[in-house]
C-alpha cells in the first residue's frame, strides 16, 4: 500500500524568464509532520501553491491524496493556511468560520458543533462575536489556523503558522499540530522558526533555488554527534585513523572536528586515541542543532532575505 500523501517528480515553475521552482522531488508520508525549510525566495510558497492546485507546474508531475494535483475532490480534504492572507473583516469571527464551512459544503447542524470547538481550541471563544476587524494579528493567525481545520482535513498545509504569534500563540500551535498528528492528519508545515521545526517536524526537506537539497529525518539528525578533539600534535596517520569512526574528519588549526553516528564512537575514540600515544587536551561532543544543519546544506553564502 502506498502510504504516500503528497508525491511530486521534477515539477517545474517559470514565470517568463523567471524559474521560481526548478526540479521538486519529494514524498510526504501519511500521518507525519513534514518541515518545508529554505531561505526565501527558494521557491516555497510556488510550491505549495503548486500543491494546492493555485498555479498550474510548467513541467513534472505530482498526487496529492493519491490523486493529481488540482482535483476538485481531493482539493476538499485539504485545509491550507497562508502565508499572507485577507480575511473578511467585517465578519465575525464566529461567521467567518461558518463561511468557510459553507464553502466546504458542510451542513449547519455540523458547523454548530465544529465552531465553537474550533473557537475553544485556538482559544478565541471571547472573541468569537466580535469583528476580525478588531483582531490583533496573533488572533488574525489562530483564526487562520481554525479556518484550516474547519473541514477536518486529512492533510494540513501550514504556511509560517507561527508568524506574529508569541511564546504562548507558538506553544498552541504546537499542541494543535501534535494533536493532528495523533489524529493521523498529515501537516506539511513550512515556516522560518527552526527551532519550532525542530521539536514539531518528523522528517525535513531542505529546498534551495526551486530544487530539494536534501530529505532527512529529525531522529537520524539527533542521534548524529559533532566532535571536537584537541591534541598536543596530530600526525597524518592520527588524522586518517579517526576517519574510521565517523565522517567529515576535519582540521582546524590545533583542533581536530568530525561527526559519528552517536555518542558511544565518543569513548572508543577516546581510548584509540590514548592507544597511539596521543596526549588529549579536550574531546568535546554534542548534536547538531537544526539551525546548523540547515547552514550546512543551504550553504552560508545564502543572502539574507
Known sequence: MNDSVIDTRGLRKRYGAKVAVEDLTLSVRLGEVFGFLGPNGAGKTTSVKMLLGLAAPTAGSATVLGKPIGDRASRARIGFLPEHFRFHEWLTGREFLRLHGRLHGMPGRLLDERIPALLRRVDLEDAADRRVHGYSKGMIQRIGIAQALINAPELVLLDEPTSGLDPIGRLLVRDIIAELKSLGTTVFLNSHLLSEVEVTCDRVAFVKRGRVLREMSLQAADDAVE???????????????????????????????????????????????????????????????????????????????
Open 227 to 305: 566532535v571536537e578533539i584537541r591534541l598536543d600534535s596530530h600526525s597524518e596517520e592520527i588524522v586518517r585513523g579517526l576517519g574510521g569512526f565517523g565522517r567529515g574528519v576535519a582540521v582546524d588549526g590545533d583542533l581536530i572536528r568530525m561527526t559519528v553516528a552517536s555518542e558511544d564512537a565518543v569513548p572508543e575514540i577516546a581510548s584509540w586515541l590514548v592507544g597511539r600515544g596521543a596526549r588529549i587536551y579536550r574531546l568535546a561532543s554534542g548534536r547538531k542543532s537544526l539551525e546548523q544543519l540547515f547552514l550546512e546544506i543551504i550553504g552560508e553564502d545564502e543572502r539574507a532575505g
